[in-house]
């Protein structure tokens, strides 16, 4: 048989117009990497941090704020299999790997995590579940006649464990395709997908979605939560329920930051920072993160600690192509670079989706990322339109111009 058909789709075409339809693969099975043998996981992680607090110094502008660089690195990975020229460059250098070795690393870190796998709809349950639960998925979704490299099939399925949908960007199936795998694969804590779609110009969204639900090795006691203040970024006083308890942790300071780790029943623990007062808990850098968590992991570390921490649900949505753009990728969004993917196309969307809760329990937690590659020649720059001065509006029905509403706005704010 040629060489092709070792890689040939599981079925022909894929059911765009069915949410539901199962994923098409290569033939070939998910072979994980092994921690041991990837040299270059400790470079991986050191970079993902990184990335991390530079989003996190770059958007959050005095507002809370989550990412989720773990799915953010995995999906950018996920593309870089498919980069050549300047953007597999600028790519290597984000990422902290280049080639095999980073796919190697990636590969690795997900099967690290592998053994917590579980249905992700777990997160809905009243009760955490006791021994943490922590899902990983990936997903490339392509337009229907988009042909990708073989071999690039072949290393998502090999190494990412990601199958292959196709689907018409065009029509309103493939914004329910995308919508019921982010729902599917957080647990229903995130359910919608952040890509603008339909749209006849998408030619691939890549997909990556990871959720957490874990109990504290050291639950609060709800009995002992309490109303108090919590000085907010801008210094005013806002009450708030704070948890309470004191336990042995891993305890460290650090520039004048105290730093705490609160372990979950296993595997996974939160590392919470307060900073000297005064400072922004957005500009600790990538290399204070990775010290502090350097020492937290130190077997001295351990000391009695008299913790209130508030109970938080926060929810994020972000588009990080300007941020890339910041951060010197151009060649990676211009996309001149992914022929191994979709020839002629570039980046619009970077879209990142956060939720977390933290509570007396524990934490629940989603992020999902996903890449969106448009046709490069019939973009244009939008046209700006800021109703910010008085307006009109006329409300009809389409197919006869009836006019059913017409009006005038000159203050908003008025009834």
Known sequence: MAAASALALLSATACGSDPQSP????????QPASLSSATAAEDVVAAGTRFGAQTLEALAAGENLVVSP????????????AAEGPAAAELEELLGAAGE?????????????????????????????????????????TQDGVDPDDDLLETLASAYDAGLVTTDFAQQESKDLLD??????????????????PD????????????????????????????????????????????????????????????????????????????????????????????????????????????????????????????LLELGLEATVAGDDLNKLAPGTRLSQVA????MRVDEDGTVAAGVTEIVGLTSGTLEEPVQLHVDRPYALHIVHTETDWPLFMGVVYDPTAE
């Open 180 to 197: 019921s795998w982010v729902d599917e694969h957080t647990g229903g804590l995130i359910e919608k997908s952040g890509v603008q779609a």
């Open 23 to 30: 994923q098409l693969r290569a033939e070939v099975d998910y």
């Open 70 to 81: 773990a799915s953010l690195t995995t999906a950018l990975a996920m593309l870089a299999e």
């Open 200 to 323: 006849d110009r998408i030619q691939f969204v890549l997909q990556n979605a990871v959720v957490l639900a874990a109990q504290w090795q050291s639950p609060f006691s709800e009995s002992a939560t309490a109303e108090g203040d919590f000085i907010t970024g801008t210094g005013a006083s806002v009450r708030t329920d704070l948890m309470q308890q004191r336990l042995f942790a891993s305890y460290t300071e650090y520039d004048g930051a105290q730093a705490v780790r609160l372990p979950y029943t296993e595997g996974f623990a939160m590392d919470v920072v307060l900073p000297a007062e005064g400072q922004d808990p957005a500009a600790i850098t990538g290399e204070d993160w990775l010290e502090i968590s350097a020492a937290l992991g130190e077997e001295s570390a351990g000391a009695e600690v008299d913790l209130m921490l508030p109970r938080v649900e926060i929810s994020s949505s972000e588009d990080l192509i300007d941020l």
């Open 101 to 141: 070795s980073r796919t190697e690393a990636f590969s690795a870190l997900q099967a690290a995590v592998r053994e917590y796998d579980g249905d992700p709809a777990a997160v809905q349950e009243d009760d955490l579940p006791e021994r943490p639960l922590l899902h990983l998925a990936n997903q490339l979704v």
């Open 352 to 355: 990142h989706q956060t939720v």
